[in-house]
């Protein structure tokens, strides 16, 4: 078989490693999956284009291989055309009890823990957290919208929002000098307008959800009270897609960037990685809406939330979106 690997790599024939990686996956033979994987990456270097096949066979890798073997698809070094982060994909079909003994401490490791807690998976509180935001999901949190990836690619839709249904007028306001929380906004869909064709704005405003959407530049809109798991939710999921065609980032990333940018809102990122409870106190007694207005696409990747903080009198109004 190895004579037949390097036949296909030597013309470059992608059709014919396509079906070669097929019936390897078939055949369970992961040793011989790693090989393809390794030997399509180092044909790169001679001006064969077989970065698809390298790619191809380090996804099907991680999601099918057993762990002992999946966990290998952290050793490519080059996981720029993976359709999403490979500790994500290792977390859909192996369980943290089954990876964990194969993982080497790292970040990798860290943000398979957090996949797996996603999942239901329950992660030893002594386990070094990257991401620092626990392993425990706290009770305003939503069951996050996950990722399904099959043998070629990745399905991840946007979570069930409630539509705005309600016409409102936006008031005219100025926006407030806040350039931490705007970043933390601009951050968090980053890989849409970096990475592909988005756009983002955010504005705070002294006052509600009017006042915020006056000073993002907006008058008619339509507006609709949503609860915090809804809002998280959405944060989460834009934060972990790559847009149309940016990067994923993967649903453990999205989770602690919807983190981030609450933080910063509220002032907890002064002392972060801060106490869960007071995380807990402040994010529940935020307050969040939905928006959108006649203009906004619809078709694509949008993001329109506003959270305003009553204790405060402050609201911070966000737009996003991005399309093929």
Not at 32 to 51: K, Y
Not at 65 to 82: K, N, Q, T, Y
Not at 258 to 278: N, S
Not at 307 to 318: F, K, N, R
Request: charged share 20%; with cysteine; proline share 7%.
């Amino acid at each position: 078989m190895n004579g037949h690997l390097d036949e296909l790599v030597h013309r470059a024939d992608l059709d014919g490693l396509v079906r070669h990686v097929d019936a390897t996956c078939s055949s369970r033979d992961w040793d011989h999956l790693v090989e393809v994987r390794d030997s399509a990456r180092a044909a790169v270097s001679t001006g064969r284009q077989l970065w698809p096949i390298a790619t191809l066979a380090n996804h099907r890798l991680a999601l099918l291989a057993p762990a002992p073997h999946a966990v290998r698809a952290l050793d490519d070094s080059s996981r720029l055309f993976m359709p999403g982060p490979v500790s994500e994909i290792l977390a859909v079909h192996h369980t943290w009890d089954e990876l964990s003994p194969h993982l080497p401490p790292g970040h990798d490791r860290s943000l398979v823990a957090h996949e797996r807690t996603l999942r239901g998976d329950v992660i030893d509180d002594e386990e070094p957290d990257v991401l620092e935001i626990g392993w425990v999901l706290r009770d305003w949190e939503p069951a996050y919208a996950l990722a399904d990836y099959g043998d070629d690619g990745v399905d991840a839709p946007a979570p069930a929002s409630s539509t705005p249904v309600e016409p409102n007028r936006a008031v005219p306001a100025s926006a407030l000098d806040d350039p931490e929380t705007v970043n933390a906004f601009r951050r968090l869909v980053e890989p849409w307008t970096a990475q592909s064709n988005g756009t983002a704005a955010a504005a705070l405003a002294e006052g509600g959800p009017l006042e915020a959407l006056g000073a993002l530049g907006h008058t008619d809109i339509r507006l609709a009270r949503i609860g915090t798991a809804e809002a998280v939710s959405l944060l989460a999921w834009a934060a972990a897609s790559g847009g149309a065609h940016g990067k994923r980032r993967g649903a453990a990333t999205g989770r602690a960037e919807a983190w981030w940018l609450l933080a910063v809102f509220t002032g907890l990122d002064e002392d972060w990685p801060c106490q869960p409870a007071w995380l807990d106190e402040t994010v529940g007694s935020l307050e969040f809406h939905a928006w959108t207005h006649d203009g906004a696409p619809t078709a694509g990747w949008g993001l329109g939330l506003v959270v305003c903080d009553p204790s405060e009198g402050i609201s911070l109004a966000m737009a996003a979106s991005d399309h093929h």
